[in-house]
């Protein structure tokens, strides 16, 4: 049998990266805890019709059939593509026993059916948060979901060294609020083109509202202006107040927007800016919307992403509107591990082996390995008695920092990278902190 | 829309639930782990052709397909139905960068297309240990395995009140030399009959050696005797000495099996047995099996097995061997939580919730609750300035044990079950340590 091939789209880690992911994947669930939201997983797949959207079914869903199903049998399952159809359909279908405003996290694999390419992948994880209300969800969620998300993520850059994040932040409402205050009739076909200012350019879009969505040339002007404001304060306030344009979605949209970024800046300063231009999934969230890349490689697209969806599920009776914003761990990791910019400090959590004198002494070595195990310490026994040299060699080609020989009551401790050996009891002999687990560290990336 | 409902086999757990499993997720980690074990995941799909045996698919295969791939493509992918397949193609894959011999732990989903019925999962969670080396894999390994699964369910059943396990363990060669050593001409044969005795019993077994394998009478007699022992400790040796039967494998294997229940009884006494019986997978093990139940719920069936394959993967040049052991993790939490024998203290991360005096003073809750985030106590903002009586309620109904009140410089913490109230700091407050994280709590089955 030859040596079998990856497939493309599935990227599998080494034992090493998969030590930054868990690094990564703690801390985000860490600090989603820290915030009240609770874990839920969702089974793997959904009915085909809920991954359908608006009766269509896109191209990317992978479907699942039983391999010896009837012949004739209709496909009825897929793979989710993302965690909030699921999520949605749990909420529906556990409405009854969950307890509303209901905050929850969600880890998990999702695939999509796509043509493999470069930066595409057809298995990867994300980690979701989302908060769903019961007919209406206050406000101030919206403010809560980016402070949630930007502290998981400055986690990773001060612990980890994973690059600072920058959060562009806009409010669907103020945009709206502000076309109609301007006179515009149809202000989502405003939205539609505004949309395009990072593909096309600014003027472009300013011509196509004119001549394709007929404003005026003032009117098309000041679309422009607005969706130029930017800011990593309230600044962005008076800048559109400026634009001298009046309505009160336009207020409700700023001091809204303005509450998120005050907060943000309270918290996890620098990391969020009000960003006019940003529309994201027009025809699914309904009020604020986030977007997240890492500072300095913007070119990566975007790693965290959100927003408010009025009727995240609805059964007829109720309708839940929900907020919610979702990190791209693989996204995320998968350059930073494949350019060398993280890397764990050893590929096995093993910070001790214990050596074997010989096989007929194997007992006494795991006599203390146990004995340190039961103190937290991941203790291995060496595989084989061959001669100390091999011994420490084993432990070397796996960065485990310090071997054991000897027995409990007459043992000592190699630092194999010091070479430093000392006598040690292994009812109190402790690795120095920063041996204990594996840590991730952080290398420029190499051009 | 109609609520949507369950699919069969696929199960889901309530956030209460899921808290459960988590605990139990992060004890089998942190044990494998101590063991010097490094975690992979392997993608959800493998090549049909990977997952067939003998080049038959089994029937429970999922097949996996891109929607829109082209009419006449024949299926390609298949969702994993174990985890030793896909971790066999994983050592092939990267053998020239794996360092061996390799020890990693795995804890995944894995999907059965079966047909569903009481206690059958399509998508389960498995938690497996293995280790492979190159060419030969050490016999004391076959020690090692029962001795971490058994520590990591023990820490089960002490931590989490999870009911304690007896694994029962044999060994192939064991058996094997016993035959030879009759002068068996095909220990193969025996085996597959004696494998029946759980279902059949004994004497219809012996009937079967003589008549279709064509044993004499005092051999078919010897073999059934073989197959009644069974022993918490070495003490089966002298009983199978005492059938006067002499190979060199019988050896052999009586030595390993002894190592296994001696070091087991000395570091998890009483939670294995040798039972001379156990056959299991009979095309696949080639040395010691596993196999372990909940003690008090045998009729749940096996909660772990495993065993030592002489060939887990082979590429023509050199052959993996490998031992392992897998937990059915949801196999064994699914009944204990469907029974309610397993529940968690709060269905929430949440220690403490920040009221709200009004909408107002939301920012001053918020810096509390951020305070108190940054000590690790898992923090809430209520959602609503409500009045304090209802925010009390949200608190209860999520069983959060406190309530802050007031801001940072004068606030106040009521322990909401006992009504207490004490003037707090942010900078210094904590909960009662067993308050700070949702517990796991037991309860005897409902019957």
Known sequence: MIRPKPLSGFPEFSPDARIVELAVLDRLRETFELHGFASIETRAVEPLDRLAKQGEIDKEVYVVQRLHSEPDARPELGLHF????????YVLENAHQLQFPFRRYQIQKVWRGERPQEGRYREFTQADIDIVDATTLAAHHDVELPLVTLSALERLHVDLGVPPVLMRVNNRKLAQGFYLGLGIPDPAEVLRQVDKIDKIGPDQVQAALAEQVGLSRA???????LAGISAPDEAFVDEVRALGVEHDQLDEGLALLADVVRTAGAYVPGRLVADLKIARGLDYYTGTVYEAEL???????????GGRYDSLAADGRTTYPGVGLSIGVTRLLAPLLGKGMLRASRPVPTAILVAVDAEETRAAAIAVAEQLRSRGIPTEVAPKADRFGKQIRYADRRRIPYVWFGSAESGEVKDIRSGEQVPADPATWAPAPADLKPTVQATPPQS
């Open 219 to 225: 009117q098309a002007a000041s679309c422009i202006a």
């Open 82 to 89: 993302d965690l909030t159809v699921p999520f949605a359909r």
């Open 295 to 305: 500072a300095g490689f913007e070119s990566w697209g975007s790693i965290a992403s």
